[in-house]
């Protein structure tokens, strides 16, 4: 572009051949070289240049242009003397730029410099600030400005009023959005459906409907409609409620029919999203998006898979819900075959989900070297990590039992958060590192930071591996009594885990009976299991046969028993338990172990004699004859 | 299997939970998927690489004894990541500390 400088019969002498070739720009190193020119040429100092300058790249998607119109207005214009009640539509630009961009707060400030320095404010002025503070949740400036308006009487403009709605309802001030409301002379569709959406994003879906059905018909629109469909559709038993209206419609459009599969889905009810999906008069890729969401949350990964084939035009939000649902079925493998081939399409780059994702499939299948690789391109395209990517990243190496990296990556992040600091703590735990753990735990509160449950699950899990009892009852009545929060589940079979493996069962089963909630299986069977590592079959075996009674179709708890009674070599009962899984048809989860080399995963299953290698590998087992082979370096 | 057996390792045939004869006893143990997985990686590397090994479930007790005999005899490091954990066997010794 910038080749076209070299050619001496350029117009230099045209304000608007340099505005249009400003546009053009993209770069700062661009609006540099103009900006050059402007100030060699003279044309900086035309005002009515400078104005159109200002405003029209105010508004640009590239931020160097952004930035250049700020400079020469607040360069050539803000301070410059002026006429008494002159149209603001410059620093209206310059707001606009602010409130609508990336910086909203910066927005207010400039408004108060406008106040300051004496400029008149319109209504276009406190309508741009108002949707600056409701972007930032500024609930307390709002009011001044809503001070501010009512003693410029402006107050009786809708717009302005539908903006302090907006803000209030944005804020979550709904009692106060809806006296405000309640007083407007007049209203309209606006108004109205900023109270829904703000009633239907708070919960209170009655509230959002009630309001629904006393609007106006001609203020009612498909905004209206919708607000209350992806309302109801989004609870978990608003979904009749939700097919109810969408029938009724006058009329639907996407985001309707979007909405009502997004309720099927989060009911579980594939057959009806299905139906939906082929009635659809067009599909985007949202759409496709929650079917494939949809058939995975329900493990039908295949049913998934094939919508995933079929679908014209794939992009990354369909591929990431591929992704997705292979991870949260286990099938990390396809997962990162998916990711493999959206990196070798052009058009499909990994977004910040994709990664995140693909992290999680990488955690889950333990391959620390592709791990490794999606961390060379976090850092090579400057990702900061003191957000999901670096949980994801501190859990995948923990889960790939790379410990020493994990720490790692957890002490180069700044500004660490609760999640950064729960991951390490749950890294540690499983490698058995319960000292350090707890130790972190006393950091956190020595830093202020303050724990919340996933913590404490942590570090309890920590203190189980290492049989930290001592620590274990004190990060628990730390988590009571100073940070007041619940013990959940979790929590309580943690505990009964950490006294159980100690070898103190009976201050476990006390435990269970103090809970003041109700025991789950997992509970039970962690003391369970704690019985049949020490051999106490008499808490052991009533706490089987609880364990029978709640689910007769777990056959780890069948297992347990029936290893109980053999360690006793009580060997009629083992019978009897057997004989019992029999005929309830379980059968005991095989062990299967997994190793990789050179890329490929090989599977063993007990007594496994499936491998192509499995004649060398029994002989090994068996044959004592043959020490060498063991050492021996592959071909 | 002799060698380790040599360093002092023997089936510990609490962990075969059959009614059955200790030489059998002794054949279902050495035949769990973690020390087939074991031996079919110490074949297939070099010496001096980790072996990284996952389990389905709980690495039972005997195969964590053999396999700390492994580690020592073999002079190689095996991770086995489990069900709940992790285990760094390294000459002889469990990074578990023989508690999980």
């Known amino acids: 572009m910038l080749a076209v400088f070299a050619n001496s019969n350029q117009q230099w002498n045209s304000t608007h051949q340099t505005l249009l070739l400003l546009q053009k720009c993209k770069t700062s190193n661009d609006v540099n070289q103009i900006h050059a020119r402007m100030i060699t040429s003279g044309f900086i100092n035309n005002t009515n240049f400078t104005s159109k300058v200002i405003t029209t790249l105010s508004s640009s998607p590239y931020m ?7 400079y020469v207005f607040f360069a050539r214009h803000a301070f410059r003397m002026r006429k008494k009640r002159e149209d603001p539509y410059l620093w209206n630009a310059i707001i606009k730029s602010y409130s609508h961009g990336v910086e909203p707060k910066q927005a207010l400030i400039v408004f108060c410099l406008m106040l300051e320095i004496g400029v008149c404010v319109d209504k276009f002025s406190l309508s741009l600030v108002l949707k600056a503070c409701s972007r930032v949740g500024l609930v307390k400036e709002g009011m001044q400005i809503h001070g501010l308006l009512r003693k410029m009487e402006l107050g009786s403009y809708l717009f302005l009023q539908n903006c302090l709605i907006g803000l209030y309802v944005k804020c979550g001030c709904l009692e106060f959005a809806r006296q405000f409301f309640d007083r407007m002379p007049t209203r309209d569709s606006v ?5 829904i959406d703000g009633y239907v994003k708070c ?12 609007m106006p018909t001609k203020e009612k629109n498909l905004i209206s409609w919708n607000s209350m469909i992806s309302g109801y559709a989004k609870l978990g038993d608003g979904f009749e409620s939700a097919s109810e209206l969408f029938e009724k419609m006058p009329e639907r459009d996407l985001i309707s029919w979007n909405s009502m599969i997004d309720g099927c889905v989060k009911c579980g009810k594939m057959n009806d999203a299905q139906a939906l999906f082929k009635r659809m008069p067009k599909r985007d890729v949202v759409s496709w998006a929650n079917m494939i969401d949809g058939y995975a949350k329900l493990g039908r990964v295949d049913l998934a898979r094939a919508l995933f084939d079929q679908m014209p035009g794939r992009d990354v939000i ?3 819900a591929m992704m997705g649902g292979y991870v949260q079925n286990g099938y990390c493998k396809e997962a990162l075959e998916i990711f493999h081939d959206m990196q070798c399409e052009r058009d499909l780059c990994p977004n910040d989900t994709s990664l995140l994702i693909v992290l999680s499939a990488i955690a889950q299948s333990g391959h620390v070297d592709k791990g490794i690789a999606i961390h060379g391109y976090l850092a090579k395209n400057e990702f900061p990590l003191n957000g999901k990517h670096g949980v994801a990243l501190i859990d995948m190496y923990s889960k790939c039992g790379s410990i020493e990296d994990a720490i790692s990556v957890f002490e180069d992040v700044e500004g660490k958060n609760v999640d950064h600091w729960n991951a390490v703590i749950n890294g540690l735990a499983i490698h058995g590192l319960g000292e350090l753990a707890f130790d972190l735990l006393m950091e956190m509160e020595r830093l202020s930071i303050e724990p919340d449950d996933i913590t404490f699950i942590g570090v309890l899990h920590a203190c189980g591996h290492v049989g930290l009892v001592k620590e274990g009852l004190l990060c628990f009545e730390l988590m009571r009594r100073i940070h007041k929060v619940e013990p959940k589940l979790q929590h309580y079979g943690c505990m009964v885990d950490i006294l159980g493996r100690a070898g103190h069962i009976e201050e476990a089963r006390n435990f269970i009976d103090d809970m003041p909630i109700e025991p789950n299986d997992v509970i039970w069977r962690s003391l369970l299991s704690a019985c049949k590592n020490h051999n106490n079959l008499n808490v052991g075996e009533p706490v089987a046969e609880r364990l029978i009674g709640m689910d007769s179709s777990n056959s780890s708890s069948y297992v347990l028993l029936s290893n109980m009674f053999a360690g006793h070599s009580m060997w009629n009962d083992v019978r009897r338990v057997r004989v019992m899984m029999k005929e309830r048809n379980l059968k005991k989860i095989p062990g299967c172990s997994w190793i990789e080399l050179e890329g490929i995963v090989h599977e063993f299953f007990v007594q496994n004699k499936s491998h192509l290698q499995v004649g060398e590998i029994y002989s090994t087992l068996d044959n004592p004859g043959t020490p060498s082979s063991l050492v021996t370096p592959c071909n | 299997m002799d060698r380790i057996r040599r ?4 089936p510990d045939l609490n962990f075969a939970l059959h009614d ?8 279902m143990l050495s035949v769990h998927s973690e020390k087939l997985a074991i031996v079919f990686g110490l074949m297939n590397s070099g010496p001096g690489s980790v072996i990284r090994i996952k389990k389905n479930l709980r690495v039972c007790g005997d195969c964590h004894t053999a396999t700390k005999f492994i580690s020592k005899v073999t002079e190689r490091e095996i991770i086995v990541r489990d069900a709940l954990r992790f285990h760094h066997f390294k000459e002889g010794i ?3 500390g023989d508690y999980w």
């Open chain 1, 64 to 70: 160097p242009l952004v930035e250049f119109a700020r």
């Open chain 2, 94 to 96: 469990c990074s578990c």
């Open chain 2, 20 to 27: 059955v004869e200790e030489e059998t006893k002794e054949k």
């Open chain 1, 203 to 214: 919960g209170n879906i009655d509230s959002a409907r009630e309001l629904f059905d006393c």
């Open chain 2, 7 to 10: 360093e002092g390792y023997t």
């Open chain 1, 318 to 320: 369909a591929c990431n």
């Open chain 1, 191 to 195: 108004s109205f459906n900023s109270m």
